[in-house]
């Protein structure tokens, strides 16, 4: 079993960049994960938002095989706590797919293919934040959601 996570686009800041590498390699001593970084649209201003989740959507679901899990960190998603987002993980990784494959979309969100290929969705917060910071805040969630699994000490209730 694998977990990935999928976004579009460069981390441009340097703190962020760095919160992922420390988290990335943490997770590494729990399980196999793989951050793949997929290309921004060139172009883009000529076209409309739709035009651009559209060709975002068409790269998506060109990089992902259709046997894998996907879920959508979508602001329409279904909300967890950290413990509960841990079971739900746990779960996953025993029922699903033998890969689980987390996608982080452009700052426009899905395309609607996107959304019908989508196994599930889940939202980190009502908050909104950018796509490049929800890149670590939810690195840092699986990592911990791991460390729960194990009661480990990370986590304080």
Known sequence: MKISLFYIGKTDLEYLRTGIQVYNSRIGHYIPFELVELSDIKNTKNLSE?????????????K????????L??????????????????????????????????AYGFSQ??????????????????HQMVRLIFIEQLYRALTIMRGEPYHHK
């Open 113 to 130: 293919k996107v959304y019908e290929r989508a196994n599930f969705k889940i939202a980190l917060s009502k908050m909104t934040f950018s």
């Open 50 to 62: 739709l035009q651009q989740k559209e060709k975002e959507g068409e790269l998506i679901l060109s």
């Open 64 to 71: 992902i095989d259709k046997t894998k899990f996907l879920i």
């Open 73 to 106: 960190l979508d602001e329409k998603g279904k909300e967890y706590s950290s413990e509960q987002f841990s079971v739900f993980l746990e779960t996953k990784m025993i029922a699903a797919s033998p890969d689980i494959i987390f996608l982080i979309g452009g």
